[in-house]
């Protein structure tokens, strides 16, 4: 019998807890990071590359996170958690550093590949550790406010870029080369820290190492005593038994997702794709819709796009705390539903002409203040509500195909938007987002898990788990 989950969850906050914040949390600062670098597509020029190679470069990453999550996750359940969060950041480095030397475009493309494998697979791993490493009253605010950091990162990226695509002070084959070393630069001091982060002792628990969970939890609950904390007692009720296990068959995942747990599978998968779609949908376009429709230059866009940024971040860092105190359900319910309120909101203020440039930034930032927290609790969600030994591959199965349904709509949306002499196209788009948003909260409040303060194994029992 094993008391290691229930263990981990007693554990009170301490500079253990932040040492897995900062290092396992920067996988989403070098996404945002990368996306934006790319975005400003710096390389074009010097490789003559025309509107379409650009947005394939884009593709290209995106289909490389696809490829790493699916292929990673499933390895992340297998081998330990600790192997591919290390594995998955050096590929990454490896891929965005040697895109900084490209001397061609089929080496940036293959590069770009590369970076989105590393960047794909950490998805999968990172929230499968974090959610089982974070004691259970602390896990939501921690997982949603780690996936907000995208945002941070974005905002670095772009500041960045007015810096190093500067063609007064960095020529046009240096500038762009630089900025994809930033995030190699972040990544090896991280990979260090990541070497102090232990293997999750709950995927040890089921793999037949229980004397090294053991252990491990040992050694967790020794430095969390060095720090201040001070330890309670364990319920021995809480105890489970559990068999070792090792490659779960596709089979059973399929019937894990379809047959036993299908309501589930529905949350997560609605979830998951409506926020890709609406992100997505503006991100992508934004920079259109005000050079379009409220005449700003392409250099002024790029300051439009921080206060964006910032909403999206600070969003998930004031909401988060409430989806651990309040619920799961009516928080995500009211983060998707307030998001699409305000854009629909915007949408009539656009069709009737009443918006500026900053005014619809503003509406932008407000609808994204709550879509942000809401998108941040999809991965929450699709992370705590399968068992632990699919977690990972549960994650890149849902994350795989929030993708895809994302990759459609910058194209749809770049559609409507059009020349800017019809406002009737976009607001229909807008509306659409917005309807989208709000049935994704319905379907989660009618269909979600109240997971909030509750052990991993209390809301669903491990695939391994022996039942008396």
Known sequence: MSLVPARMDRLPWTRFHWSIIVGLGISWVLDGLEIQIVASNGFAEEFHMSSGQVGALGTTYLVGQVVGAIVFGRLSDKLGRRK???????????????????????FLFAMRFVAGL????????????????????YRGRVDIAINGTYWGGAAIGAATNFFFLNHEIFPVNIGWRLAFFIGPVLGILIIFLRRNIPE??????????????????????????????????????LAMEVKSTD???????????????????????????????????????????????????????????????????????????????????????????????????????????????TTQTIFWCVAFFFASAGASSAYLTVSEIFPLEIR?????????????????????????????????????????????MILGGVIAAIFGVDAERRGLESITQPLSVVKS
């Open 84 to 106: 591919l969060f290390i594995l998955t950041l050096v590929i990454y480095l490896v891929g965005s550093g040697l895109a900084g030397l490209a001397p061609a475009v089929w």
């Open 392 to 436: 990972s591959q549960a994650i890149s199965y849902f994350f795989a195909l929030a993708q895809i349904f994302g990759a459609v709509a910058p194209l749809v949306y770049g559609i409507l938007v059009g020349d800017g002499s019809d406002r009737g196209p976009l607001t229909v788009g807008y509306y659409l987002g917005a309807g989208i």
């Open 118 to 137: 590393g960047i794909g697979g950490e998805y999968a791993a990172i929230n499968s550790a974090i959610d089982e490493l974070i004691p259970a009253k």
């Open 247 to 357: 490659s779960i068959p596709f089979r059973t995942i399929l019937h894990v997702l379809f047959k036993q747990y299908p309501k589930r599978t529905l949350v997560g998968a609605t979830m998951m794709i409506t926020q890709s779609f609406l992100y997505n949908a503006i991100f992508f376009t934004y920079a259109l819709v005000l050079t379009n429709f409220y005449g700003l230059n392409s250099s002024n866009v790029q300051f439009y796009f921080f206060p964006f940024a910032i909403g999206n971040l600070v969003g998930p860092l004031v909401l988060g705390p409430l989806f651990d105190s309040i619920g799961r359900r009516k928080m995500i319910f009211s983060t998707y539903v307030l998001a699409g309120i305000v854009l629909a909101v915007s949408a009539a203020l656009f069709s009737a002409d009443l918006l500026t440039a």
């Open 200 to 237: 999750s002792p709950r995927w040890l628990m089921t793999h037949g190492r229980e004397q090294e969970a053991e252990a491990t939890v040992d050694d967790i609950e020794g430095r969390v005593q060095r720090e201040g904390g001070v330890l309670t007692d364990v319920d021995p009720k």
